[in-house]
């Protein structure tokens, strides 16, 4: 056996001892790359490899490419061969890693051009860390390591009974499930949901972001239950199903389920999972904490929170133990740490009251990573969607900048964002006329293209993409004063940005002096929110903007946004500046709550009223903004506020509507 081998066969016997996983970097000659990969696939079953990257080797049962990684998830192999000569996607890089198990190995064949951009260079220096082989030197030392007990389904086991007791023991004892990348967590759910459908007849439901994102609790349900019949997103056994149902449906639909599984609850807004909690009564939520998803600490913060509070019997589990690989993997730990996904919080229990903003230049991010990592620790707790990519952006795109405000040596928040506009009028024309889409520029591109305002995509513009406090010191005023800042130390033409629509967010924003100027026009997969655009800033076009939002709301609010939120319905309304009229038709209205006139005959003069009179909307009961504003039908909201048909809900109808008239007629008197 040659040197080369006899090393590999070494390494490969620790990892098994180990149950771990180990990452290997060849820098050498192409040539010399393919001559050492295949001696080391003489140890391991063709089956058990796979290749991300580059051109498909003969010996890989399963290649795709670089870009790809996500459709090896689900999947397990012994060899993992990552070619970045045609490419990098750290997203897709991170997503295959999940599918080597433990006693397997990474092989990275380095790109052969010298690195140039500052992301390029993190990589490279990241690889430095990992177990490298170059041509021509002698090979690394192998440190002999000790065998380890593994037992990596105890807590699975814990979960299903767990996710199982949800069904068979009392209502309004909601389960949240917490787990990294690897635990288990979609196994132990398809698992559970298998026993149950064995021994009793129940529907589950299952709903998430995207039918991807359940498909492996599907997978591992259908594996138990050899006798089922599936399809897309349904696997039926007798008279018992497990199923899909995307958010926005579940809740617009309200489908009857004995158990709802909600995964990957951290994407959802907290408002429709505080929904969900209050239609369903027997409901598992699960997500995905830390890891290259995202980090989910929000979602624990908030709405478990909010959830102890109305369901003092909830019971929070969290998946520590992985499944495909041991604890305390070295390759599991070089990747949160090369992407910054195991960034902790420091503490900031002091009151901060003096909030300065900095810009950080992204050679100083990359010279100083504990600088760095502060910052992206921030983004990993606040935003669900932070992800490796996000931060090989920061660092290769010139567009994008950071913010960042010290408590001493502390990062309490940080503002990312990205610079847009300063087009050519050629441009302009081009993506007013549908023939092109400049990436990076998601603002001045709607604004010209959707809006007719040429004029916002020649000026130069700063798009905050996110913005984030740390949870401390949060509701102190920090992001407020953050945005302040950002306005008064930079000389953009205007500032904006893009947001999944809450009242919550929306009231930020506003309170920061933005304003609401597109609503998309159907919801986000991942978030069931509608993308809303605010903008700030002293330039010319504004006025004509929130004129055209504001005839697009009243035409577009009781058709294509009949099913927004009432809440969210009340926050894109509401003009505080508009002076409230007491509307001249009021008699008439008082004739109908008497019950002497029809609604559809005073129905088009409320519809007119709230109109003119917009900052009344929030003085409205829910049931008036269902009906007036939105114009659901009486049996609509029948349902919507459980009255048992239209009289009884018709009758709560007048006795708000008086309550508003009498309020707006005081209002005016004084």
């Known amino acids: 056996m040659n040197a080369t081998l006899q090393y590999f066969s070494q390494l490969l016997s620790n990892a098994q001892r180990s149950f771990h996983r180990y990452g290997v970097v ?15 696939e003489t140890l391991i079953a063709n089956t058990d490899v796979f290749q991300l990257g580059g051109e498909a080797r003969a010996s890989a049962s399963k290649s795709v490419g670089y870009k790809q990684g996500l459709q090896l998830l689900g999947q397990e192999c012994r060899l993992l061969v990552c070619d970045f000569s045609s490419g990098f996607d750290a997203n897709s890089f991170a997503a295959a890693l999940g599918c080597l198990k433990g006693g397997g190995l990474l092989v ?12 390029q260079q993190w990589m490279e220096r990241a690889l430095e860390d990992l177990i490298c082989i170059e041509q021509n030197s002698p090979l690394p030392k192998v440190v002999s390591v000790q065998a380890h007990d593994v037992t990596p ?14 069904v068979e023991g009392h209502r309004k004892r909601p389960l949240v499930v917490t787990a990294d990348r ?21 529907s589950i439901i299952v709903t998430a972001p995207s039918l991807a994102t359940v ?29 899909f149902v995307a958010p926005d449906e579940l809740l617009r639909k309200k489908p009857h389920c004995d158990c709802l599984y909600v995964d990957e609850a951290s994407a959802l807004p907290i408002p429709m999972l505080k929904k969900i909690v209050e239609c369903y009564h027997r409901t598992v939520f699960s997500t995905t904490v830390h890891g290259y998803e995202g980090c989910g600490r929000g979602f624990t913060l908030k709405f478990q929170t909010w959830l102890k509070e109305q369901r003092p019997g909830m019971v929070h589990y969290q998946l520590d133990q992985p499944i495909r690989w041991n604890e305390e993997d070295p390759l599991e730990n070089w990747l949160f740490s090369t992407f910054l996904l195991d960034a902790e919080l420091a503490d900031v229990s002091e009151q901060v009251t003096n909030v300065q903003l900095s810009y950080v230049a992204k050679n100083e991010l990359f010279n100083r990573p504990e600088l760095l990592r502060a910052c992206f620790a921030l983004l990993v707790n606040a935003h669900y969607q932070t992800a490796p990519s996000d931060l090989m952006l920061l660092l290769e795109d010139d567009a994008i900048r950071l913010y960042a405000s010290f408590q001493e040596d502390t990062c309490i928040g940080c503002i990312l964002a990205v610079e847009e506009g300063n087009m050519e009028q050629a441009l302009i024309e081009q993506i007013q006329q549908g023939k092109r889409r400049p990436k990076g520029h998601l603002v001045a591109t709607t604004l010209a293209n959707q809006l007719g305002l040429g004029e916002a995509a020649a000026q130069w513009s700063l798009r905050v993409m996110r913005i984030a406090v740390h949870p401390q010191q949060q509701r102190s005023g920090i992001g407020q004063a953050m945005l302040a800042r950002l306005q008064v130390q930079t000389e953009y033409d205007f500032y904006s940005t893009s947001f999944g629509a809450t009242s919550e967010l929306v009231e930020f924003w506003r309170k920061a002096g933005f304003e609401a100027v597109k609503l998309g026009s159907s919801r986000e997969q991942a978030s069931g929110t509608h993308s809303l655009i605010m903008v700030s800033g002293k330039v010319e076009w504004l006025t004509q903007a929130k004129r055209t939002y504001q005839q697009f709301m009243h035409y577009s609010v009781a058709c294509l946004f009949k099913q927004l939120e009432i ?12 002076s409230t009229v007491l509307p001249s038709f009021a008699p008439i209205v008082e004739h ?9 005959s005073i129905a088009p003069l409320l519809d007119n009223y709230w109109k003119h ?8 009961s829910d049931l008036l903004v269902y009906k007036i504003i939105q114009q659901h039908s009486w049996v609509e909201c029948a349902h919507q506020f459980h009255f048992p048909g239209k009289k009884q809900v018709e009758v709560q109808f007048k006795q708000d509507l008086s309550l508003l008239l009498n309020l707006q007629y005081n209002l005016q008197c004084k």
């Open 153 to 166: 389904y105890e807590q699975q086991k814990l979960a299903v009974d767990k996710i199982r007791k949800v």
């Open 215 to 243: 498909q492996p609790i599907f997978e591992h349900a259908a594996r138990l239950l050899p006798n089922a019949s599936t399809s897309k997103g349904k696997l039926v056994l007798g008279a018992s199903s497990l199923e």
């Open 26 to 40: 060849l820098r050498g000659e192409q040539n010399w790359q393919v001559t050492v990969l295949e001696q080391l």
């Open 567 to 578: 809440d969210v319905v009340r926050s894109l309304l509401v003009e505080k500046d508009v």
């Open 592 to 600: 109908y709550v008497k019950g002497g006139a029809s609604f559809d």
């Open 613 to 620: 009179s917009p900052n009344m909307i929030e003085k409205m």
């Open 182 to 202: 690897g635990r288990g967590k979609s196994s132990a759910l398809g698992i559970a949901a298998a026993q149950l459908m064995q021994v009793r007849t129940l």
């Open 108 to 119: 990275i064949l380095p790109s052969q051009t010298s690195s140039v951009s500052l992301d």
